[in-house]
């Protein structure tokens, strides 16, 4: 029987057969690959921080210091998220998203940073672990295993309103301020405590505790009239007092700085104009160089105050930065509103060296407690006036000068400094009196972290992302085009 042949189809012979046939396999191998890195491209996105921010305000990005912090973390920290992850992932919910993106970017950093979102309904054993919190959706824990720090997610935004308090100008993201803090409060093995007295109608600063606890400090109250202060704590803060202190009161105070002669101990004395005459709390501050003038300081310079002539800025050209530890000069101004000057009564005498960190500028003039409602700048002498200074008193002299222990008092002559708007980014007042405490109290690690602005609409882009951008589009691209025009004009010559 004569074998059968099979006979190749005669499409089959034809050239663009074949070359269509690779053409295809081509096509194919060409999507399979674009798959492939789509895939290992939303790993990386995922693992690593390789996504670029356009925005303006950097919203989206943490800053090179809490990088720089995260990194060298020596502990596991767990953030746990009381909410689900696509509600964080979403870009329609702006403020939830930027609170999601920053979560994602501390993780990626720090492989001792682990993010977890949890449904706090469908895990009643989770809340179980935390009885004396009270959770709710959108709550967020950064724990460790020596502490955790609890907030909602909208803690983590300043809203500032026009001057009707009904409609918001302005709207300020703390998100990586709380986050970052956060993770120095739980990982901190000894954390600087501070307290604020209370008992004599103090004014109450919230914004300046609150800036305390998001920068690792533990903050606490004290009535000194009848508790005596915690012996841990480092720094003792007396805001706006409006009646006098007993003896006994000012025998604690003399008694936490010497601190049995080891000293180490800071007192912030914040004053302001309303105060009464309080013999006890002068007497005791001008042992220390200190005297508070009566009135106020009032600038005549429009470009040198805001708002009023009572809203005097800082001249910051002449900040004692070696005193803050600082090596280059605030970019913000700092702001003292309705300050009260102060006279420095010496330099230095015996143990005790005295410090001025700001001043007004030379156009500020004395406004008099009791001035008539005819009064006028124009009648009043221009000088320069010390509004924040800080005296030491030092372990007796022998050894090594840096090496003595000390004591410092601080004194501020505004208590409105602290108000919540002169602490948002616009402001110096919470950079410089963060550089301070961490200074005075030796948590040189501290971090400050400025809030950011989330009503910036304008795309900007600094010199690397514009070189980088420009590679792509530049170059990169045009020529990827040129190459696959070339292979396909080459190929279809040859059919």
Not at 80 to 99: H, T
Not at 276 to 304: C, H, Q, S, Y
Not at 369 to 381: C, H, L, R, V, Y
Not at 396 to 419: K, L, P, Q, Y
Request: hydrophobic share 40%; proline share 3%.
């Amino acid at each position: 029987m004569r074998k059968m042949k099979m006979k190749k189809p005669t499409f089959a012979k034809k050239k663009n057969f074949k070359y269509g046939t690779v053409a295809t396999a081509i096509t194919i191998g060409f999507v399979a690959l674009v798959v492939v890195i789509n895939i290992i491209a939303t790993l990386l996105l995922q693992k690593f921080p390789l996504s670029i921010d356009l925005t303006s305000s950097g919203k989206y990005e943490i800053s090179q210091e809490s990088i720089d912090y995260v990194q060298q973390l020596d502990r596991g920290v767990t953030i746990y998220v009381l909410a689900d992850e696509a509600d964080f992932n979403d870009p329609a919910s702006e403020y939830v998203y930027q609170v999601g993106q920053l979560l994602r970017r501390y993780s990626q950093y720090s492989d001792k940073i682990t993010v977890e979102y949890v449904d706090v309904e469908n895990n009643p054993g989770f809340a179980a672990g935390y009885q004396n919190e009270s959770l709710s959706a959108g709550d967020l824990i950064v724990q460790s295993d020596l502490r955790y720090q609890k907030f909602n997610w909208q803690d983590m935004f300043d809203l500032t309103y026009d001057s009707s308090g009904q409609y918001i100008t302005e709207i300020a993201s703390k998100a990586e301020q709380t986050l970052t803090s956060a993770v120095l409060y739980v990982t901190d093995d000894d954390p600087a405590q501070v307290a604020f007295v209370s008992g004599h109608d103090e004014v109450a600063l919230s914004s300046l505790q609150e800036l305390f606890t998001k920068n690792g400090y533990e903050v606490s109250d004290v009535n000194t009239l009848g508790a005596e202060i915690d012996p841990d704590t480092q720094v003792l803060v007396i805001a706006g007092a409006q009646r006098d202190f007993t003896e006994l009161e000012i025998d604690k105070l003399d008694a936490f700085l010497t601190n049995g002669g080891s000293y180490g101990k800071q007192l912030y004395y914040i004053a302001n104009p309303s105060q009464p005459d309080m013999p006890n709390l002068e007497t005791f501050l001008e042992e220390w160089g200190i005297r508070f003038m009566d009135g106020a300081a009032v600038e005549t310079d429009t470009n040198k105050m805001y708002y009023s002539a009572f809203f005097s800025m800082q001249d910051t050209d002449h900040l004692n930065n070696d005193f803050l530890g600082r090596t280059e000069n605030l970019t913000a101004p700092v702001m003292m509103p309705n300050t009260r000057p102060i006279e420095a009564l010496y330099e230095a005498q015996y143990n005790f060296t005295l410090n001025v960190i700001t001043q007004t500028y030379s156009s500020a003039v004395l406004y008099p407690t009791g001035a008539s409602s005819d009064w006028e700048p124009s009648g009043e002498t221009k000088q320069i006036f010390n509004t924040i200074v800080a005296t030491q008193k030092a372990t007796d002299a022998g050894g090594i000068e840096e090496d003595r222990e000390r004591s410092t008092v601080v004194a501020f002559g505004s208590t409105d400094m602290f108000a919540s708007s002169f602490m948002s980014t616009t402001f110096g007042n919470a950079q410089l009196t963060i550089d301070l405490t961490n200074q005075l109290t030796g948590k040189q690690e501290g971090i400050t972290v400025v809030p950011v602005d989330m009503t910036a609409a304008t795309l900007e882009i600094n010199a690397t992302q514009a070189i980088v951008l420009g590679i792509v589009f530049v170059a990169v691209l045009p020529l990827a085009v040129l190459i696959c025009g070339l292979v396909v004009f080459l190929r279809r010559r040859n059919l």
